[in-house]
């Protein structure tokens, strides 16, 4: 009976997750606080999105907070993974970082939004 009723409240409680998860990270796989001596109070988002079928990856950096005064507009990058990968299947990490850096870069360099 014990063992019942902990599976049940495991299984409660993993809902929960899955659902904060799902509403509020959406696609993210990267939470960033502000850069050490920063006048920014925000950090960056990274998400990633691989659709179902597709080649074609789109990778996107953006203000945790887009209504902050200091948060840039979201940058993104979507390639075909067949760019990082040679035929045996190998990833070129190299081309990969170069491009991340690009966006990181981009990013950087949005001019701020106006209000």
């Known amino acids: 009976m014990c063992l019942i009723f ?27 606080h502000p850069p050490v ?3 920014s109070t925000t950090g ?8 179902r079928f597709s080649d074609l990856y789109t990778l996107t950096i953006a203000s ?9 507009k979201p940058v ?15 990833l070129v990490e190299g081309l990969l970082w170069k491009e991340v850096d690009g966006l990181i870069n981009k990013y950087g360099r949005e001019p701020k939004k106006s209000k």
């Open 6 to 32: 902990d599976s049940g409240k495991y299984i409660a409680i993993n809902g929960v997750l899955q659902l904060i998860s799902y509403m509020k990270e959406k696609n993210a796989i990267l939470f960033t």
């Open 37 to 39: 001596g920063s006048f």
């Open 44 to 51: 960056l988002v990274v998400s990633s999105k691989l659709p």
């Open 64 to 72: 945790a907070d887009s209504k902050s005064v200091s948060a840039n």
């Open 76 to 90: 993104e990058l979507t390639r075909s993974v067949t760019k990082w990968f040679t035929k045996d299947g190998e």
